[in-house]
């Protein structure tokens, strides 16, 4: 998944790009992650006059903890991927021609080559969701026994009190 930049702009290559990258060691030590399959990747690189455009999608099957009551939870995930780079260069150069808003747009890079795959597994990463659910009805665990709520209902009591009258409630016992 690497790219010669100047090739690629100045012959205005189209080029495919379908792999599948091993991603497992991104997620080594993640407690939240249990497993990961390989991540498909299937990118358009298209050279233009100064930048060069990345569109298309990633797309991986995920084991990950459900946030509530803690058991596997499948998920296949496609993440749409789409960036526009150009030489720090000519980001100099450009900046005449682009303004600060749209420059922003842009991701200069140092290099005689792009290399896409910490662009591929930076999107990857930041399209995990923080609180993965196996259901939008999930009930989560008991906060005094730890019973999965989904699988068995418990005896505890679970009835609110609030701090500030906690003292009250046994006002009237005898």
Do not use: W
């Amino acid at each position: 998944m690497q790219f010669h930049i100047q090739e690629t702009m100045s012959k205005g290559l189209k080029l495919t790009v379908d792999e599948k990258l091993d991603v497992s060691d991104l997620f080594k030590g993640r407690q939240d992650v249990y497993r990961t399959g390989p991540l498909h990747v299937s990118l358009q690189v298209t050279g233009h006059e100064g930048f060069i455009e990345v569109n298309g999608n990633l797309a991986i099957d995920l084991q990950l903890v459900c946030s509530r009551c803690l058991e596997p939870t499948q998920d296949h995930a496609v993440i749409p991927f789409s960036e526009l780079f150009k030489p720090a260069v000519a980001a100099d150069a450009a900046n005449d021609e682009y303004s600060e808003e749209e420059s922003d747009d842009f991701i200069e890079v140092n290099a005689d080559r792009l290399d896409l795959r910490p662009y591929v597994e930076e999107a990857l990463q930041l399209f995990i969701p923080l609180t993965p659910l196996c259901s939008e009805d999930c009930k989560g665990l008991c906060q005094k026994c730890g019973q999965n709520l989904n699988k068995q209902k418990c005896s505890c009591d679970t009835a609110k009190i609030d701090v500030r009258f906690a003292a009250l409630k046994d006002l009237f016992k005898e």
